[in-house]
């Protein structure tokens, strides 16, 4: 399946989960961020949320800024 | 002459701060420098931007986090760079999540990019919103009186108006503009953006603002370390002459020196 990650399109695994998505992306333990379809998908939550076609995901964390 | 001020200490939700400087973490080389700016600073409340992760690229690289720790200092995340209400709305709740549920949040709408005039519109319907949904919003604005007062009437912990546009450094632009806001105020006013160097600190302090929030006039000076130092000093002259109370201003000399005694 497809999904959009930060505005770019990604080929996906069936079934992948949030959680999953965040350890392909080399992302576990770092301090992010995830939004689902414009929802926030909180910490407690990544592992059971699964993504689907098409959906739209954010992932953000903290940069400098003023 | 008898209008001695009291000192009342700095809080914002709840918490008392001891240092009345807010710093940004933007602009900086590198985030050694950040760090050591931040330290020499004395602030505690610091403001960071949230932004895409970039995927793939670099994933070793520290994080701000993990150099402004969260344990360490109060993170203010800004909604810079949003254009609209929904866009800053949106990037709060990423915020909160990401800081475990934290509600400070430094909302700015922005209006056009040559100015970075903030879109009051804008603005006052994201308030709106974030209020609703628990955050403790601390907003930046004009320098327009009425606005500042309807920010701090819908619930707004802190009003901030800009005292000059965002990374001019042009100092405090309109004092009297913010005399009026202080004047009204009913919740904290903190000048954000304008300040080019300490002595716009001290006169942003001198004219009674609570606090004073800055990233540029630290980030891009010479010596950034060095300028966060003398901030810090600015903010503290300036409370302290703000509490002390001015003497009045005169047309004409007043000897300092006593008459009586000369040699003549």
């Known amino acids: ?66 | 002459m008898s209008q001695v001020r009291n000192d009342k200490p700095f809080t914002l939700a709840g918490r008392t701060y001891q240092s009345r400087l807010l710093v940004g973490t933007g602009k900086y080389q590198d985030l050694e420098q950040t760090r050591v700016a931040i330290e020499a600073s004395g602030a505690e409340i610091v403001t960071v931007a949230v932004r895409r992760t970039n995927i793939g690229q670099t994933p070793g690289e520290p994080n701000l986090l993990d150099v402004i720790s969260p344990d360490r200092y109060t993170i203010l995340p800004n909604t810079a760079g949003c254009y609209d209400a929904a866009e800053a709305v949106r990037t709060c709740r990423l915020a909160r999540e990401l800081l475990d549920g934290h509600n400070l949040v430094k909302l700015e709408v922005l209006a056009d990019q040559k100015t970075l005039f903030p879109n009051v519109i804008e603005t006052i319907k994201a308030a709106e919103v974030l209020i609703k949904d628990g955050f403790d919003v601390m907003v930046y604005t004009s320098d327009d009186p009425i606005i500042a007062r309807q920010l701090a009437q819908m619930g707004c912990i802190a009003v901030m108006p800009l005292a000059g546009l965002i990374g001019t450094g042009l100092g405090i632009c309109n004092p009297y503009n913010l005399r009026i806001i202080l004047e009204e105020a009913t919740v904290p006013v903190l000048v954000d953006a304008g300040v080019g160097t300490a002595s716009d600190a001290t006169i942003a302090m001198e004219l009674g603002c609570e606090a004073v929030l800055m990233n540029s006039a630290i980030a891009h000076a010479q010596n950034p370390v060095m300028m966060a130092e003398a901030m810090k000093y600015a903010i503290e002259a300036g409370r302290l002459a703000y509490l002390a109370g001015r003497m009045p201003k005169k047309l004409y000399a007043s000897a300092s020196s006593p008459l009586e005694g000369m040699i003549r």
């Not at chain 1, 992306?25 to 939550?45: F, K, T």
């Not at chain 1, 076609?53 to 400098?64: F, L, Y």
């Open chain 1, 1 to 66: 399946m497809r999904i959009q990650l930060n505005g770019e399109p990604l080929e996906l695994a069936d079934g992948q989960t949030v959680a999953g998505l965040i350890a392909q992306l080399d992302l576990v333990g770092r301090r992010v961020a995830v939004e689902l379809n414009l929802d926030i998908v909180p910490r407690s939550q990544h592992a059971s949320t699964v993504l689907a076609e098409g959906d739209r995901v954010e992932v953000v964390h903290a940069i400098g800024g003023g």
